[in-house]
């Protein structure tokens, strides 16, 4: 029985070791399945080249390419990522990797029959490089032929300050593999050992009397470590695996994804120019039903540009916010140009750029994606975020809360600015990080509690590190049913470095009824540096109108549409305000009302929307001739189009002119030869 246990425990100590073994073969037969269909080139870079730095995310990225210059894209941007001179033309990364893979192909495969990259030893030299020291017990007479690579460690990776790699020969033969202290002992390396293999401190003495160096090195991988023979060594195993996980914990590798999410619409000369970027997004009521989305974006790095008064450095902002059925209901672009200082342009290589800005949005459940390029150096970078906005009609009553690094209270107004709420601006940052000198801020909106006043309702704050409460405090509920919104301030000097959460519940006579929890870490630094917050423009009364107009146009809510964008155009009667109202009414059928309202603003500047709603106006109301009008200008500004072509076509032959109407129809499928229902309708003209 007791046998039985030991080789249990002695199984469960080993997992780590066994975890990267089985795993990363795992991993080879797998990429192997998957690449088999690659172009020679591509399957050798992924089974051969990379496949002990490359990342699991990015290899399946990579198999997921459908052809050889997105493959060839991607290469390039693999390298980049890893390039610790990213200003300049060499990557000194890339040099080194391929120098180390030639020395393990020349080296370690001679006599093994494979190529030396497979080999224990190729892989180890293919992730660490060359090590500081090696001592060779080839020639001991009693010892199979073993060699120990001693490296000095960098502690920030979770390595020791040094550490060996022990290669022997299994029973003297064959090529060297890696040697655990946990999973071989020292019983391994003394050849012809006739004695109880399961006695390592048997073996260990007869090792010691060979070698007594070898004997205390075959106890643990880490020189200063002490072990007694036979005791499992975890340390030695977790060193074993952290060394294998190195290569995929030096990249981050979310840069894979986003490239090819937008790989289809993003220009060819940024689409290697991934920066990673933190992302922050708050949602809160703003009153009338609606929420008000309130996001920050941090690049890890900004390019500048030198300009006659300064610095420039240009943000171009894509949005996109589609439903759970993938159907777009709102998007935006907007191009923020930032004029620096000599003296501002200082502070960012301490501080960090956070772009803010707000939206107004309807109840739903949305992915909100956000795509950012810097047209000064090409690159890009994009962030994703799921919002869950419940309607009036659901239960929630806690709102999404906020973190914030500081907060100032700020006069009412119309405008709504990005992260206010209640009377309150938020300074808030992507990383939720703060040190104990600081005072962090909660703000949390209340939905529908006012109306519930009556009711038996309290609030109850934890502090909770690693998930046990260090505070536990009732908020006083004074002003909450006025201002539906939660204010908390909390001083952290008390409280060490670590990582927390807060924690508040809606309590019920007494019973906790709901909950919302936002983790945080308190560094151990004194000080933290913040960003340099750009905020530009300001959202007023008109746009939340029109915006969330537009957003239940978007999903089929044609009267609660018009009843908003009617409202918001007899605010601001704008080209903008203009074209949304004239895109309801078409919706409803009042086509005289939309040429009343775009008929004066068809001009030089005016947007395409203008020209086809004109012509499809124009076209229903049967003045087929001057929706043609519109159709040619719109074609001429703007180009192709195949609804706008095949309209115009129909309008050529109500006109009576077939020759032109055939004309326009066969660049259509020209364009696009799969529209079976216009092929019959030529098919059938050049008949008659």
Not at 97 to 115: E, I, S, V
Not at 199 to 228: F, G, H, V
Not at 537 to 559: K, S, Y
Not at 647 to 662: E, I, P, S, V
Request: a neutral charge; proline letters at 6%.
């Amino acid at each position: 029985m007791m046998r039985s246990g030991f080789i249990h425990r002695k199984w469960l100590e080993k997992k780590a070791f066994l975890r990267w073994t089985g795993s990363w073969l795992l991993l080879v037969m797998a990429t192997s399945l998957l690449a088999a269909d690659l172009p020679e080139k591509y399957r050798k870079w992924l089974e051969e080249e990379v496949v002990y730095i490359i990342t699991p995310r990015e290899k399946e990225v990579f198999l997921r390419l459908k052809n050889d210059r997105e493959r060839d894209l991607f290469i390039e941007n693999f390298w980049k990522q890893r390039d610790p001179t990213p200003g300049t033309e060499r990557n000194e990364f890339r040099e080194e990797h391929y120098r180390r893979l030639n020395y393990a192909n020349q080296y370690f495969g001679r006599g093994t029959g494979k190529p030396g990259w497979k080999t224990d030893q190729g892989r180890i030299y293919i992730i660490l490089g060359p090590p500081n020291n090696i001592e060779k017990y080839e020639d001991l007479m009693g010892v199979y032929p073993t060699q120990v690579w001693f490296y000095y460690g960098d502690p920030a990776l979770g390595l020791p300050s040094g550490f060996n790699i022990i290669f022997f020969k299994k029973e003297g033969t064959g090529e060297y593999v890696i040697y655990s202290p946990s999973d071989h002992g020292p019983q391994a390396l003394v050849a012809d050992y006739m004695y109880n293999a399961a006695d390592a401190r048997d073996a260990y003495q007869r090792l010691y009397q060979l070698s007594p160096n070898l004997a205390e090195q075959s106890l643990s991988l880490i020189p200063s470590e002490r072990m007694e023979p036979g005791v499992i060594n975890l340390s030695s195993n977790k060193l074993l695996a952290t060394i294998f996980s190195l290569p995929q914990r030096r990249v981050e590798d979310s840069y894979a994804e986003a490239w090819f999410k937008y790989k289809d619409i993003i220009e060819v000369d940024y689409s290697t120019n991934y920066v990673k970027a933190d992302f922050e997004v708050w949602a809160y009521p703003d009153g009338s039903g609606n929420y008000l989305v309130s996001y920050s974006f941090e690049p890890a790095k900004v390019s500048v540009q030198p300009v006659s008064d300064g610095y420039l450095i240009q943000f171009d902002l894509n949005g996109h916010v589609s439903d759970t059925q993938g159907r777009t209901v709102y998007q935006f672009e907007k191009a923020i140009p930032v004029k620096l200082t000599q003296a501002q342009l200082s502070e960012l290589g301490q501080r960090t750029v956070a772009v803010q800005d707000v939206f107004p949005l309807i109840p739903g459940q949305y992915n909100f994606d956000l795509l950012v390029k810097n047209p000064l150096s090409k690159e890009f970078s994009s962030c994703s975020s799921k919002l869950v906005l419940p309607g009036p009609e659901e239960a929630r009553r806690l709102g999404q809360p906020v973190l914030a690094f500081d907060s100032r209270k700020v006069e009412g107004g119309s405008a709504v600015q990005p992260f206010r709420a209640a009377g309150w601006e938020f300074f808030v940052q992507a990383r939720k990080s703060f040190v104990p000198a600081e005072t962090l801020v909660l703000g949390l909106p209340l939905q529908r509690l006012k109306e519930e006043e009556g009711q038996d309702f309290s609030f109850r704050l934890h502090l909770l590190r690693e998930d046990q409460s260090v505070l536990e405090q009732y908020l006083d509920q004074k002003n909450l049913y006025e201002t539906s919104f939660i204010y908390y301030s909390l001083p952290l000097n008390s409280y060490g470095p670590g990582y927390y959460s807060l924690k508040l519940e809606l309590l019920e006579k007494g019973q906790v009824r709901e909950v919302r929890r936002v983790d945080f870490e308190i560094s151990a630094l004194k000080a933290l540096p913040r960003p340099l917050i750009i905020t530009r423009g300001q959202l007023e009364p008109a746009d939340g109108l029109l915006l969330t107009g537009l957003q239940r146009l978007n999903q089929g809510q044609v009267e609660e549409a018009l009843k908003r964008i009617k409202q918001a155009y007899e605010i601001r009667p704008d080209e903008r305000a203009t074209v949304a109202y004239a895109s309801v009414l078409f919706r409803l059928a009042d086509y005289k009302k939309v040429v009343e309202l775009l008929s004066p603003l068809a001009g030089e500047q005016a947007p395409a929307e203008v020209y086809a709603l004109l012509g499809q106006a124009h076209q229903m109301l049967n003045d087929y001739a001057r929706a043609a009008v519109y159709y040619e200008t719109y074609l001429e500004r703007f180009g192709t189009s195949l609804d706008v072509l095949n309209f115009l076509g129909t309008c050529y032959y109500q006109l009576g002119q077939k020759d032109r109407a055939l004309a326009v129809w066969e660049k259509s499928l020209s364009l696009k030869p799969d529209q079976e229902k216009l092929k019959e309708l030529v098919n059938s003209l050049k008949k008659k």
